[in-house]
């Protein structure tokens, strides 16, 4: 293989052809049109003097020179993204979290299992109600109410996230209500208005009126079901249900930080499953 001959470019897009096995989706995910990546292939394959892919109407399938070359490529790749973190960070790399106020606080009561045994990460949690933008990387890692429709995102689903009342034995029966843009604050508005005892801006405030004995708060039930004192004082709300997806960038997927993290982000958080 002539190295010098070789095109990073073209490297590139057999990347998305190796791992998405065709031209088509590869298409989608480079923003290049099927016709440029199967011509940049054939191109590829002359001047490095291999077949890479054998193919079918129903895609491209690699040869083994081309699963060797993905392994190769897949760790130069990561070597590239983390050509500006100094030698330290290199040993820990950072990786960009955002997640809502429940799932954040969820998170962080397990943050050793998610870091690993000795640490081999730095986590960066970014506690957002809104949708940060990860396609400019605002953040690595995503969670996210549904699953994502932009073609530059992966995402893997999670268990659903269920909405219940919870107080205190002793607590007045009136609502602790949230003021921020979140289904279950719209959700408080809509069916209490202002017939609250008190009014919050910050999500994690109203559990800790409701752990304090001062009125029902709106919880998600992997968060209300593990606090010691609080009950549920009423079925869950149906209309709050939802999926759950982790989102990252595809192309970020297959760096082995961020694989990692979202293999344990997954680990962790499935656990609520087994214990509501």
């Known amino acids: 293989m002539n190295e010098k001959n070789l095109d990073w470019s073209d490297l590139h897009l057999f990347l998305a052809v190796a791992r998405e ?125 549904s699953r994502p429709t932009e073609d530059s995102l992966a995402g893997r689903k999670m268990s659903r996230v269920e909405f219940a009342p919870y107080t205190t034995v002793s607590a007045p029966e009136r609502w602790i209500k949230v003021v921020a843009d979140t289904p279950s604050a719209r959700w408080l508005d809509k069916m209490i208005g202002k017939d609250a005892i008190c009014e919050v801006n910050a999500p994690r405030n109203s559990l800790d009126l409701a752990l304090a004995g001062k009125g029902i708060a709106l919880l998600p039930t992997f968060i209300g079901d593990a606090q010691a004192g609080l009950h549920r004082s009423g079925v869950t709300i149906p209309e709050l249900a939802h999926d759950q997806w982790i989102v990252t960038h595809q192309d970020d997927r297959y760096l082995p930080e961020v694989r990692r993290t979202i293999d344990r982000l997954y680990r962790a958080l499935e656990r609520r499953s087994q214990k509501t």
Do not use: C
């Open 21 to 145: 096995g065709g031209l088509s989706p590869a298409a989608r995910t480079t923003g290049r049109s099927a016709a440029t990546i199967g011509r940049r292939m054939l191109a590829l394959e002359r001047s490095i003097g291999r077949e890479l892919f054998i193919r079918h109407d129903r895609g491209y399938e690699m040869t083994a020179d081309a699963r060797e070359l993905l392994n190769d490529l897949t760790e130069v790749e990561a070597r590239i993204n983390r050509l500006t973190i100094s030698r330290d960070q290199q040993e820990r790399p950072l990786v960009k979290v955002s997640a809502g106020t429940w799932t954040t606080l969820y998170l962080l009561e397990r943050i050793d299992d998610i870091m690993g045994t000795p640490a081999d990460i730095r986590l960066r949690f970014v506690s957002a109600e809104q949708v940060l933008d990860i396609p400019r990387r605002e953040v690595v890692i995503g969670f996210r109410n």
